[in-house]
């Protein structure tokens, strides 16, 4: 059994630029979420993705979006990086059954650096 | 809304001692799970343990176990005999109705040999 795996590792951009970070979810699991976690904190909720649509939505502004492809892997795309937006950032894979998602499991992150 | 507290920002322990860390959490749901993760340096969040609302049951695994008191809204995690490879950070999350999880702040353990 695959884990979960997101590339790159890490990523330094500089403020205005796009970011696109990729996740393969665990086999056998059909939703994707996202969490920006910063430095000290826990991480914070940005979206889910359940059959290639979005399932959910933290409190994210639009330059953050996302896509799931049909292998249920995802993308999360940022536009116009700001430096606050420097954090780890965690894709956890899951199960939906009966409209509720089971355990997640998280990948190892791509940590992303604003300068 | 959904809210995890994780009181302890830091504890640290020597090798063997025996440690707790509080959860406490805040939900209108009636059904809900709650789980323990672990956050090594290397970043990737680690599941310990799941738990939902109607199993009241403490768990034990090992050297880890689980209090879960409805009544007081806590899920407290205690490790025994801790060790040098427990130092990491440890959050406490919750799922309610709507399916994403909400995390505590973290404790982060420091186990010293």
């Known amino acids: 059994e695959t884990g979960v795996t997101q590339s790159p590792t890490h990523l330094i951009k500089t403020r205005g630029q796009q970011v696109t970070l990729r996740c393969s979810s665990q086999?056998?699991?059909?939703?994707v979420s996202w969490y920006q976690q910063a430095l000290g904190q826990g991480p914070q909720f940005i979206f889910q993705?359940?059959?290639?649509?979005?399932?959910g939505r933290g409190n994210f502004p639009p330059r953050f979006s996302g896509l799931q492809f049909p292998n249920y892997s995802s993308e999360l795309n940022v536009n116009a990086l700001e430096l606050d937006d420097s954090a780890l950032y965690l894709c956890?894979?899951?199960?939906?059954?009966?409209?509720?998602?089971?355990?997640?499991?998280f990948g190892p992150g791509t940590r992303l650096t604003v300068l | 809304a959904q809210k995890v507290t994780q009181a302890q920002t830091e504890i640290s322990v020597v090798e063997k001692e025996d440690v707790t860390l509080d959860c406490v959490y805040e939900?209108?749901?009636?059904?809900?799970?709650l789980f323990w993760y672990k956050q090594p340096p290397s970043g990737e969040l680690v599941f310990l343990i799941r738990?939902?609302?109607?199993?009241?049951q403490n768990e034990i695994s090992g050297r880890y176990s689980w209090n879960f008191q409805k009544s007081t809204s806590s899920f407290n995690f205690t490790i025994t005999a801790s060790q040098v490879v427990d130092s990491a950070v440890y959050f406490c999350?919750?799922?309610?109705?709507?399916?994403?999880?909400?995390f505590g702040k973290g404790t982060m353990l420091l186990v010293s040999p």
């Open positions: 956890a894979s899951s199960l939906m059954r009966g409209g509720r998602v089971d355990t997640q499991y």
């Open positions: 939900t209108r749901d009636t059904t809900y799970y």
């Open positions: 738990r939902n609302s109607f199993d009241e």
């Open positions: 993705y359940y059959r290639e649509e979005e399932n």
């Open positions: 086999s056998g699991h059909n939703t």
């Open positions: 999350a919750l799922i309610g109705g709507y399916s994403t999880l909400t």
